[in-house]
T-cell receptor, first 114, second 115 residues
Framework: GAVVSQHPSWVICKSGTSVKIECRSL??????MFWYRQFPKQSLMLMAT?????????EQGVEKDKFLINHASLTLSTLTVTSAHPEDSSFYIC??????????FGPGTRLTVT | AQSVAQPEDQVNVAEGNPLTVKCTYS??????LFWYVQYPNRGLQFLLK??????LVKGSYGFEAEFNKSQTSFHLKKPSALVSDSALYFC?????????????FGAGTRLAVHP
């Protein structure tokens, strides 16, 4: 089956630094990738949607200058949390959709900002 | 507005008993409905989906879900629960917004299966 990986699986960083999270579709080409954020015991909130080679579409209330998304190829998307603060601590999950229109989820990245 | 509701924060069931996790939806047009399961500190795993066809959909790990158009529901069911089924379950509907198809998730229901 289709596999989506994320790296790193967890990261701790200091306030003010930037963190990059990678999302890869390992055995299929992802025409669209999604980034979600999940707070403890809460549902997934869509942050942005990106198509390969074009700018990401951000959901209302998500700062595009803070959460930089790059979808450089059909198998790789990155989310960079710039100037991270403790309130950015969360579980970030990416998802990739292939040409069959099925959506597959990565294992998530836990970000802790100290 | 397009939305998904999971009215129960938690469902408790004894091992071997049938389980139901409820989901209702509100969407314009024909609904594309999904169930996902999440284990601690993990991403979501696909269980099953309804696109069209039979109202009873069978999925992974013995789960099934029944689409009921008149009640706008898509409840997840399993005839005999296992302790290993204990996890967080999300119902989702595919909606179109801003030219994109995206999944809208319910709040999630925690399933606890007791030995």
């Amino acid at each position: 089956g289709a596999v989506v990986s994320q790296h790193p699986s967890w990261v701790i960083c200091k306030s003010g630094t930037s963190v990059k999270i990678e999302c890869r579709s390992l055995d299929f080409q992802a025409t669209t990738m999604f980034w979600y954020r999940q707070f403890p015991k809460q549902s997934l909130m869509l942050m942005a949607t990106s198509n390969e080679g074009s700018k990401a579409t951000y959901e209302q209330g998500v700062e595009k200058d803070k959460f930089l998304i790059n979808h450089a190829s059909l198998t790789l998307s990155t989310l960079t949390v710039t100037s991270a603060h403790p309130e950015d601590s969360s579980f970030y999950i990416c998802s990739a959709r292939g040409r069959n229109h099925e959506q597959y989820f990565g294992p998530g990245t836990r970000l802790t900002v100290t | 507005a397009q939305s998904v509701a999971q009215p129960e924060d938690q469902v408790n069931v004894a091992e071997g008993n049938p389980l139901t996790v409820k989901c209702t939806y509100s969407v314009s047009g024909n609904p594309y409905l999904f169930w996902y399961v999440q284990y601690p500190n993990r991403g979501l795993q696909f269980l099953l989906k309804y696109i069209t066809g039979d109202n009873l959909v069978k999925g992974s790990y013995g789960f099934e879900a029944e689409f009921n158009k008149s009640q706008t529901s898509f409840h997840l069911k399993k005839p005999s629960a296992l302790v290993s089924d204990s996890a967080l379950y999300f119902c989702a509907v595919r909606a179109q917004s801003g030219g994109y198809n995206k999944l809208i998730f319910g709040a999630g229901t925690r399933l606890a299966v007791h030995p």
